[in-house]
């Protein structure tokens, strides 16, 4: 899912919501609304630069997803119409729960207010758009290493043999306060970690990507051997 090298320090997301109506009645006492339901996640991935600078996009991958459809017994003036879509949305979004699951309160309040503001009272088809975009950042320091690598000696990863014998740090060993200088984020006692044999310290993940692109030690710039 990760750009090579990527790792993913914040990550934010946003719904987005369109709704058109597709079939109108020339009846206006139905009491069903169809509504046709299209979902797509598109993740973003960016690096943050230093001094406020704009962010790097590092690229994106869009995936289109089941087309759902489902029956409400409704009509826009119905004062449990937020309550019937959110019912709605509840059945359909099971097979994408961990994704939309945080957005489901904005994405019913978009549905809503998109579907008030149609004038037509006939309406009973519609179909409704629902994208969600994940952005994930990596914090600028990483990309600013990686750049300086590059303009010295290329972006030269180091070797396999070389990674596989890092010494793994036992969790009695670490201090609580240390800080995984890839990723920003604490070592803590649960995670694999790895010593360099300039003695800095990173998480297993972390390091074993970084080294993928560069063989050079984050912080200190120690040269691993390469092939």
């Known amino acids: ?21 597709i079939v109108s009645s ?3 006492s139905l009491p069903y609304l169809t509504i046709h339901f299209n979902f797509s996640i598109v993740q973003q991935f960016w690096y943050i630069r230093p001094n406020d600078q704009a962010s790097v996009y590092r690229g994106g991958t869009r995936e289109d997803c089941s087309t759902k459809s489902t ?13 019937k879509l959110d ?6 979004f099971m097979q994408f729960k961990d994704e939309f699951e945080d957005q489901q309160h904005a994405v019913v309040e978009q549905i809503t207010r998109k579907l008030l503001s149609i004038t037509t009272t006939e309406m009973s088809e519609v179909c409704v758009d629902v994208e969600l975009q994940i952005d994930h950042y990596c914090d600028g320091r990483i990309l600013l290493a990686l750049e300086e ?9 180091a070797s396999e043999s ?21 990723c920003l984020d604490e070592l803590g006692e649960e995670t694999d970690v790895l010593r360099l044999p300039c003695s800095h310290v990173f998480h297993a993940e972390c390091i074993t990507k970084w080294f993928e ?4 030690c984050p912080l200190c710039r120690f040269e691993m051997p390469t092939d």
């Open 149 to 157: 690598s590059s303009s010295v000696d290329g972006m030269v990863p």
């Open 213 to 216: 692109n560069s063989h050079y």
């Open 26 to 28: 020339s009846s206006s």
């Open 87 to 92: 019912q709605a949305l509840s059945q359909v």
């Open 162 to 182: 070389a990674i596989e014998l890092l010494e793994p740090m036992e969790a009695h060993e670490r201090n609580s306060n240390d800080d995984c200088s890839v």
């Open 71 to 83: 029956q409400i017994i409704t009509h826009l003036s119905d004062t449990m119409l937020y309550e």
């Open 1 to 21: 899912m990760f750009p090579t090298g990527f790792v993913c320090h914040e990550c934010f997301k946003n719904s987005f919501v369109s709704v058109e109506p």
